[in-house]
């Protein structure tokens, strides 16, 4: 039964980590934490916007110079988020990398 109990928690924590607002929430997190780090010509240039329709699509705007600062601010929240939402964050930084270099 114990085992079963933690399966089922698991499973939780596992579907709140991919919810639309906790993922907003880590969007906004990353963002505010870039702008921070980011010279203050570039913080205008760092922008999520949510698809109102699809509130799992989210498009996170930035220049090229300011992905540094991003994928920084990413990478320093994720420990601190559910590992589903830590997945889909470190899949995210994977992306703006990929789309960084073409």
């Known amino acids: 039964m114990l085992v079963l109990n933690r399966l089922l928690q698991e499973i939780e924590d596992l579907k709140l ?13 990353v963002a505010s934490d870039a702008r921070s780090e980011a010279p203050s010509h570039l913080t205008d240039s760092i922008e999520v916007v949510q698809d109102p329709i ?30 589903a939402t830590r997945l889909y964050f470190q899949k995210l930084a994977e992306l703006i990398q990929a789309e960084a270099l073409r």
């Open 54 to 83: 699809l509130p799992m699509k989210f498009e996170f705007k930035t220049s090229r110079r300011a992905i540094k600062y991003v994928i920084e601010a990413i990478e320093r929240n994720l420990s601190q988020m559910p590992m």
């Open 17 to 29: 980590g991919l919810d639309p607002n906790v993922l907003s929430g880590w969007y906004q997190k």
